[in-house]
């Protein structure tokens, strides 16, 4: 029997474009004759619209948007599961490939529990744990893992104390530093403050994205990923390096200009990879994730390692990192979906 899979995309988020995308690449990659594909699209604006079973893979993303001819199951999420005739539609698993907030963060992760629907990748913790910066650090801090100097406030303590977090942040860390939206992707809002002024500055412009925000001792260093894969025995992939051309590896260099260089395996001696996969194993512990996550690291001249986030639902098409770290350590991209798959399935049976 073939299975029936729903594909979940767009989004409430500013990741929507990256997704939809992602899924017409999905679509390329699934063999119809072992799966049956409906496709559920989530406008911008956040309501879920429920295709037509897919015949063949999209060749354009605006096939996967339906256009205007489509019912929108309109105040009720749920309706994605009932098909025309009203009759429930049983779905083998859920794959949500969606990016950022309202999708990355445990939310739809938690409506799929609700729902009783085994899914993709991680569940509600981690995926929300993955999404705040400041629990992922503090969950790396009690696993013991290398990371830069931090600190951390919200909103209404600047309001107050703006002088006193001014004070803490050049009493613990280093110019320059980096100010952050705590629960953002795709570098969003994140800023490099190499004084008092630019500090400031950096933390009004966070502050409109979020109401918690990190401040980090910036650090000079290589940018070295690595790919996850597994629930309770995960596998780890080789290293790749990212060069960003511009200062920092900002919204632009990951999704406009793609003057981004990849360099799959990155070049590093045998003791810093093998150190590089062992914490890359104990971040996803760290976080108890499942099904994936791509662990994003600092490496300094001198081979020094530190850890800089998770991300529990990492770019996804076949020209991003997650999958050609994967293709290099001879899993192909539609492999690794087919595993991710059989993960989920693995993981709901286990729960019931
Ligand atoms: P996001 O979740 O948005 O990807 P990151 O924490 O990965 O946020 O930061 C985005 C980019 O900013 C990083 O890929 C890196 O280029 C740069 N960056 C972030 N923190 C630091 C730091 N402490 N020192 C130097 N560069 C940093
Ligand atoms: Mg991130
Ligand atoms: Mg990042």
Redesign the pocket.
């Known amino acids: 029997m073939k299975k029936r899979i729903g594909l979940l995309y767009g989004g409430k988020s500013a990741e929507h474009e990256v997704s939809l995308s992602t899924a017409r690449a999905v679509t390329g990659a699934l063999n119809f004759e072992e799966y049956e594909v409906y496709p559920i699209f989530i406008t911008p604006e956040g309501e879920w619209r429920r295709g037509e079973l897919l015949k063949k893979p999209a060749s354009t993303i605006e096939e996967l948007q339906f256009g205007d001819d489509v019912t929108i199951l309109e105040n009720n999420i749920t309706d994605f599961l009932i098909d025309n005739n009203g009759k429930a539609i049983q779905f083998d698993v859920i794959f949500p490939l969606l990016h950022g907030t309202n999708g990355e963060d445990g939310t739809v992760q938690g409506l799929l529990e609700v729902l009783n629907l085994p899914y993709v990748g991680n569940g509600v913790l981690a995926s929300s744990a993955g999404m705040d910066?400041v629990i992922m650090k503090q969950l790396f801090e009690i696993a013991g893992l290398p990371q830069?100097p931090y600190t951390y406030f919200i909103r209404s303590d600047w309001a107050n104390e703006q002088e006193a977090i001014i004070a803490r942040c050049e009493e613990k860390l280093d110019w320059p530093m980096?100010v952050?939206p705590a629960n953002?992707?795709?570098?969003?809002g994140?800023n490099k403050a190499t004084n008092r002024d630019e500090l400031v500055k950096a933390i009004e412009i966070a502050l409109q994205y979020d109401r918690k925000i990190v401040v980090?001792?910036?650090?000079v260093?290589r940018?070295v990923e690595l790919a996850v894969l597994g629930n309770d025995f995960p596998e780890v992939s080789v290293p790749g390096e990212?060069k960003?051309v511009t200062e920092?590896?900002?919204y632009d260099s990951k999704y406009k200009d793609g003057s981004t260089a990849l360099i799959i395996p990155a070049e590093l001696p045998v003791n810093t990879v093998s150190g590089l996969q062992d914490l890359a194993k104990r971040a996803f512990k760290a976080i108890d994730g499942s099904g994936l996550v791509r662990a994003?690291f600092?490496v300094t001249a001198d081979n020094s390692i530190y850890i800089?986030?998770v991300?529990t639902m990492p770019g996804f098409t076949p020209v991003s990192m997650y999958p050609l770290l994967w293709q290099h350590t001879n899993v192909s991209y539609p492999e690794l979906i087919d595993r991710l798959i059989t993960l989920a399935i693995e993981r709901f049976e286990e729960k019931q």
């Open positions: 910066k830069v980096f952050k953002l992707g795709s570098s969003v994140i980090e001792q910036g650090i260093a940018e990212i960003p920092f590896y900002d994003d600092f800089n986030e991300n």
